[in-house]
Every structure is written in C-alpha cells, then in structure tokens.
Nanobody, 117 residues
Framework: EVQLAESGGGLVQPGGSLRLSCAASGFTLGSSEMSWVRQARGKGPERISSINRDGSITYYAESVKGRFAISRDNAKNILYLQMNSLKPEDTAVYYC??????????RGKGTLVTVSS
C-alpha cells in the first residue's frame, strides 16, 4: 500500500525555521515526482513546491520562493521541505503529494505549522 507520512510541524515564531519530512512507503520515492501543498484554515489548497525524480528540477510558488527549499533523499525514501524566514501567513496544514502538480489524490494526513509570537 502506498503511504505518505508528514512530520516536523509545530509552533514557531515569525522569522524562525522548520524542516518538514515526508516518509514514503509502499513504493520507491525515486520513481515519482513529488509536491508539497498547504491549506490554511478557511482557504483552498495551495501548491507551494514540486521536485522531479532526481531533484534536478524544482518549482516554487511566489509566496515561498527564496524562503523554502524542497529536497529529497531517494535512498531513504524521504521528501523534505526546509522552511526559513517563516511568516504568520505560512500557518497551514502541510501535505506531501504524489506527483508534480500537487493535485494528486495520494497524499499524507498532513502536519500543522503554526507561525505565531
């Protein structure tokens, strides 16, 4: 069974950093493009980053460009999202999603990131 499990969320002050992880099981991570999508309360999902199979091509939404970095360790079957210079508007549930566009149906249960002083 294909499963994705996010971790690493929590409460952080504005300007702080967090690193999210997404552990993949039931398939070889290196065979798939992957994305991070977030959803804030009362808002629709927002695709924020994607990465191709070998990590050589990435995409970032304008809202996170220059602050977030997506990466992957195919040997460990783990996808990462390094988030720096966090802002209150980054508060959301973050999901890893199978595929490039972020609209895939295979995703984890999410991890909550709260940016607040």
């Amino acid at each position: 069974e294909v499963q994705l499990a996010e971790s690493g969320g929590g409460l952080v002050q504005p300007g702080g950093s967090l690193r999210l992880s997404c552990a993949a099981s039931g398939f070889t991570l290196g065979s798939s493009e992957m994305s991070w999508v977030r959803q804030a309360r009362g808002k629709g999902p927002e695709r924020i980053s994607s990465i191709n199979r070998d990590g050589s091509i990435t995409y970032y939404a304008e809202s996170v460009k220059g602050r977030f970095a997506i990466s992957r360790d195919n040997a460990k079957n783990i996808l990462y999202l390094q988030m720096n210079s966090l802002k209150p508007e980054d508060t959301a549930v973050y999901y890893c999603v199978l595929g490039w566009g972020g609209s895939g149906s295979i995703r984890g249960k999410g991890t909550l990131v709260t940016v607040s002083s």
